[in-house]
């Protein structure tokens, strides 16, 4: 499996490629349980090329620094945002310092408009810090995305 995923493959048919996307997305999601030492950078070298959600996924399940890179520019697409988020909110405190570089919790990163925002109410008070939700804003992108990419 770590092979099909290690190569790339040009689909023109978008209902062939919407196919092979689905089960790219589930062999990567298969792998993780694996722990082989090779599927790591495996999955941050496919993260570069198709940031799908399974890909995401299975990269932010390993909690390692050097995915955050790769998790955040998968926050400008549409089809890998939500694991990104889920990625990125587990990965806790160790994720913020890339975060406010790539200018998310004060804008936003790339053209696309996410916020860092904390999930509180008045009868609680502030939230502990691992507690922080991702949020669509209309503040426009700053064109910076504050370091290093995926």
Not at 49 to 56: D, E, F, N, S, T
Not at 70 to 99: F, N, Q
Not at 117 to 123: A, K, L, R, Y
Not at 128 to 143: H, K, L, M
């Amino acid at each position: 499996m770590i092979e099909f995923l290690s190569s790339p493959r040009e689909v023109a048919d978008p209902v062939n490629r919407t196919g092979e996307e689905a089960v790219i997305s589930a062999a990567a999601r298969a792998l993780v349980d694996s722990r082989d030492d090779r599927v790591l950078p495996r999955l941050l070298e496919l993260a570069k090329r198709q940031p799908l959600a399974g890909v995401i996924d299975a990269l932010g399940s390993y909690r390692r620094a050097e995915a955050i890179p790769c998790l955040i520019t998968a926050l400008s697409e549409d089809y890998s945002r939500r694991a990104a988020e889920v990625a990125l909110l587990r990965m806790g405190p160790k994720a913020r310092p890339a975060l406010l570089r790539s200018g998310l919790a004060s804008g936003a990163i790339g053209g696309m408009g996410i916020a860092i925002e904390p999930q509180s109410s008045p009868q609680r008070g502030p939230p502990p810090s691992s507690n922080w939700r991702f949020v669509p804003t209309t503040i426009p992108a700053s064109g910076s995305d504050g370091g290093r990419r995926c």
